[in-house]
């Protein structure tokens, strides 16, 4: 099969707007939609630094290279890359090899905070500790907040995230599904700056995550394709599966879901304004007296 726009072999065939490309004007299709996202989520007047937190995997790979093609040139943007090191052995460190090569090649700085030294344990710790709650739970919590706590000491102006489309997806359905529309009100890219939490960004939210796969393939980006090994407890499974099927029947669904959001998104946040935040002992913003994460903390101890 061509590609639509020249005589070269196509590399893909989009099914949901039904278009065949080649290497190159695939990624030209998925530079021109981040660059769009970026124009429209990043203020730099909020800041001339911008944090990336980069996992090794291919979504926070494509959200670093684009953001360094994007504003790297720029004297008025300053680039930091943001790892974090959860503990899980045979997993993690394999993937930030892959990450501090990739800075060390573009002249990036590379920030790194480990869940040992900030908490004493690592997930393969918490994880026998966790109980009924999933150890995914405890991951995310604790991972943003050290995400949240370094782009914070660094100054940054925005955090930006590999989220794609179908992360987002998955999230306002698992979302609707429990009834936190106070949650969803909350969900980035976030256009009210708080105090203490680092606004953020997500380039990627309106590409599909097979399309951030064959990027990262067709850019050469060296990434890590592994599985977490806590993965399979994630609630986010099942609705990945149900997103997934609604895709296969109707080409589109998951951009259907986003766009329903984004049209309802300024309603709720004019009937759910972000209330005042407190501090946390620990320092990290929070609606109660303690943070989420010092709570889950607590209740391993």
């Not at 009834?179 to 976030?190: I, K, N, Q, S």
């Not at 620990?282 to 994460?293: I, Q, V």
């Amino acid at each position: 099969m061509r590609c639509d726009h020249c005589q070269n072999d196509a590399v893909t065939f989009i099914r949901y707007n039904g278009s065949h490309l080649c290497s190159g004007h695939f990624m030209s299709y998925v530079e021109r939609r981040v660059k769009r996202e970026l124009r429209k989520q990043v203020d730099l007047s909020r800041g001339s630094r911008i944090a990336v937190a980069v996992s090794g995997g291919k979504d926070s790979m494509v959200t670093l290279d684009l953001i360094r093609r994007t504003f790297g040139k720029r004297r008025d943007a300053e680039i930091h890359c943001i790892s974090i090191d959860e503990g899980i052995d045979g997993y993690r460190r394999p993937s930030l090899d892959i990450v501090q090569r990739y800075c060390q090649e573009h002249s990036l700085p590379y920030h790194e905070r480990s869940f040992a030294k900030e908490f004493g344990k690592g997930m393969d710790d918490i994880a026998p500790l966790s109980g009924s709650s999933s150890p995914c739970t405890y991951c995310g919590v604790l991972r943003r907040k050290c995400l949240n706590s370094l782009a914070r000491e660094l100054e940054c102006g925005h955090l930006a995230t590999g989220l794609n489309l179908d992360d987002t997806a998955q999230s306002l359905m698992m979302n609707f599904a429990r009834g936190d529309v106070e949650r969803m009100a909350r969900m980035g890219p976030h256009v009210k700056v708080q105090p203490g939490l680092i606004p953020r960004i997500q380039p990627l939210r309106v590409i599909p995550e097979k399309e951030s796969y064959l990027y990262a393939m067709c850019a050469g980006l060296e990434f890590h394709d592994g599985e977490c090994p806590y993965a399979d407890a994630a609630l986010r499974n099942q609705y990945r599966s149900i997103i997934d099927e609604l895709e296969k029947r109707s080409p589109g669904s998951k951009f259907s879901i986003l766009s329903s959001y984004e049209q309802l998104a300024p309603m709720l946040r004019d009937r759910m304004p972000q209330t005042d935040l407190r501090e946390c002992s620990c320092g990290e913003p929070t609606l109660s007296t303690r943070c989420k994460a010092c709570q889950l903390l607590s209740g391993l101890q």
